[in-house]
C-alpha cells in the first residue's frame, strides 16, 4: 500500500535549537495534515495544508507545503522543553488518512 | 464537549482471554476509526466505519479482531484469544465527516497481553 516516507525518525536537539521534519510522497497530494503527540498522550490534530506552496504559520511552528504537493515540512523555531513528542504527517489514500512514522524530537534544557 | 473517550486506560490479560475494548465518538461525528500503536509498526489504521457501518476493515489483523459500532454514539474493538503480539496502544478517533476529515483522537487502551 501507500506509504508516507517521514525523515529523520529521531533527532534530538539543545534548547533553543531549530528542528525540521520532512514527509515525501510518491503520489501528487491534494492535501496533507500534520499531528503532534506528546509522551505518553495522543495524536492531536495541528493543521491541514491545501495549496501549492502553502506556507502556515503557528507561533514558532511553520508549515509548508512543496510546490509540486509531493513533500512536506514542519519547522520548529528555536525549540523549547514543551516541543518534545512525535510529530506526524497524515496523507490522503483513497477514503483515509495514512500517517507517516513520525519524527520522535528530544529536547535537552 | 468531552471529546473521545475510551475504555478502559489500562488493560493486563494473559494469552487466550479475551478483551473487549470501547470507544465513544464525539457526539455529531459521523465516522469512527480504530488505530493500533506499536514502536514497531507506528499507528496502523485497524478499520473505519462510516455512519456506523464498516468501510475499510483491511487493516484488521486477522480473524481474532472484530469490531462493532451498534449505534452512533458506541463501539467496540474486541480481541478473542489474545495473544502477547497484540500488546499496543489502541486508539480511537472520530472525525466529523468522512475518512479524510480531521481526525480527533481518545487518550487510548494500553494493552498488555502476558
Known amino acids: 500500500g501507500q506509504q508516507v516516507m517521514q525523515i529523520p525518525q529521531y533527532q534530538h536537539v539543545q534548547e533553543g535549537e531549530d528542528f525540521t521534519t520532512y514527509c515525501n510522497s510518491s503520489t501528487t497530494l491534494s492535501n496533507i495534515q500534520w499531528y503532534k503527540q506528546r509522551p505518553g498522550g495522543h495524536p492531536v490534530f495541528l493543521i491541514q495544508?491545501?495549496?501549492?506552496?502553502e506556507v502556515k504559520k503557528q507561533k514558532r511552528l511553520t508549515f509548508q507545503f512543496g510546490e509540486a504537493k509531493k513533500n512536506s515540512s514542519l519547522h520548529i523555531t528555536a525549540t523549547q522543553t514543551t516541543d518534545v513528542g512525535t510529530y506526524f504527517c497524515a496523507e490522503e489514500y483513497g477514503n483515509k488518512l495514512v500517517f507517516g512514522a513520525g519524527t520522535i524530537l528530544r529536547v535537552k534544557s | 464537549d468531552a471529546g473521545v473517550i475510551q475504555s478502559p486506560r489500562h488493560e493486563v490479560t494473559e494469552m487466550g482471554q479475551e478483551v473487549t475494548l470501547r470507544c465513544k465518538p464525539i457526539s455529531g461525528h459521523n465516522s469512527l476509526f480504530w488505530y493500533r500503536q506499536t514502536m514497531m509498526r507506528g499507528l496502523e489504521l485497524l478499520i473505519y466505519f462510516n455512519n456506523n457501518v464498516p468501510i475499510d476493515d483491511s487493516g484488521m489483523p486477522e480473524d481474532r479482531f472484530s469490531a462493532k459500532m451498534p449505534n452512533a454514539s458506541f463501539s467496540t474493538l474486541k480481541i478473542q484469544p489474545s495473544e502477547p503480539r497484540d500488546s499496543a496502544v489502541y486508539f480511537c478517533?472520530?472525525?466529523?465527516?468522512?475518512?479524510?476529515?480531521?481526525?480527533?483522537f481518545g487518550p487510548g487502551t494500553r494493552l498488555t497481553v502476558l
Open positions: 495544508l491545501v495549496k501549492s506552496g
Open positions: 478517533a472520530s472525525t466529523l465527516r468522512g475518512g479524510l476529515d480531521t481526525q480527533y
